[in-house]
């Protein structure tokens, strides 16, 4: 087998149709495009959504009520992380976003989202955690443990 005595397959090239070149060629007096009118025109046609004139359905259909801005941001504003989490942490260090991240925690740096702490979990360690938002059971836990809990303001700018 030589490049020179490549071809495609059999039936898979089809040539393409001439239109306008006579009435014999099949596809001659309108070439395709059936009688006369807008659609017979080059640039001719109508919109998506066109009924002819009839009142179309994006119309006739009701509006009502308005979109939330948790529809359209989401519910979930926080990257959420539970006690046992924190439990990977040494004796009396100190938590907050970016050592989260360190570890592959708290991944969502492209939106502006915050940290949260959620109790799932136990907490033996006495830690120093920094954090935007924290369920009350998990600031009783850390608490428990002999740490400290440090409010952050909500939402700041990631880079």
């Not at 020179?4 to 239109?19: D, I, M, T, W």
């Not at 009839?54 to 801005?69: A, E, T």
């Not at 136990?122 to 440090?150: C, N, Y």
Request: charged share 25%; aromatic share 6%.
């Amino acid at each position: 087998m030589k490049l020179s005595n490549l071809s495609p397959a059999p039936g898979s090239r089809k040539r393409k149709v001439r239109v306008g070149r006579g009435e014999s060629s099949g596809c001659g007096k309108t070439s395709g495009r059936g009688g006369k009118g807008q659609t017979a025109r080059t640039g001719g046609g109508v919109r998506p959504g066109f009924e002819g004139g009839q009142m179309p359905l994006y119309r006739r259909l009701p509006k009502f009520g308005f979109v939330s801005m948790q529809r359209v941001y989401g519910t979930n504003q926080y990257n959420l992380v539970n006690l046992t989490v924190l439990e990977k942490f040494d004796n009396g260090a100190t938590v907050d976003w970016e050592q989260l991240q360190k570890i592959g925690y708290a991944k969502d740096a492209t939106k502006k989202a915050g940290l949260k702490i959620l109790g799932n979990g136990a907490l033996t360690k006495k830690l120093t955690v920094k954090t935007h938002a924290i369920s009350k059971a998990a600031q009783a836990a850390i608490e428990k443990a002999g740490g400290t809990v440090e409010l952050l303001p909500r939402f700041p700018e990631r880079k």
